[in-house]
Nanobody, 114 residues
Framework: QVQLVESGGGLVQPGGSLRLSCAASGIIFNVYTMSWYRQAPGKQREMVASITSGASTDYADSVKGRFTISRDNAKNTVYLQMNSLEPEDSAVYYC????????WGQGTQVTVSS
């Protein structure tokens, strides 16, 4: 059974930081491209950051220079370090694993507010 379990979300003030984690089980983690997406109320889900099996990364323009995606294949975990958070970053953040099949996590809420 495949599971992607996100954690690390919460409430943070503007300018603050959070680190999201996504722990995967039931897949051969190191062959999967892992991504973080987010969806705010009334908006489409959008890609935030992605990291391939070879550790190549890609970011949405809106988060470049503020967010960093990384992976630890030994722990079957992908991370999203989020710095200089803005209210516009508030959303549910989802982890996605893609290789021959795509899997999604259940999401974790991030709220940036004073």
């Amino acid at each position: 059974q495949v599971q992607l379990v996100e954690s690390g979300g919460g409430l943070v003030q503007p300018g603050g930081s959070l680190r999201l984690s996504c722990a995967a089980s039931g897949i051969i983690f190191n062959v999967y491209t892992m991504s973080w997406y987010r969806q705010a109320p009334g908006k489409q889900r959008e890609m935030v950051a992605s990291i391939t099996s070879g550790a190549s990364t890609d970011y949405a323009d809106s988060v470049k220079g503020r967010f960093t995606i990384s992976r630890d294949n030994a722990k079957n975990t992908v991370y999203l370090q989020m710095n200089s958070l803005e209210p516009e970053d508030s959303a549910v953040y989802y982890c996605k694993a893609r290789w021959m099949i795509t899997y999604w996590g259940q999401g974790t809420q991030v709220t940036v507010s004073s």
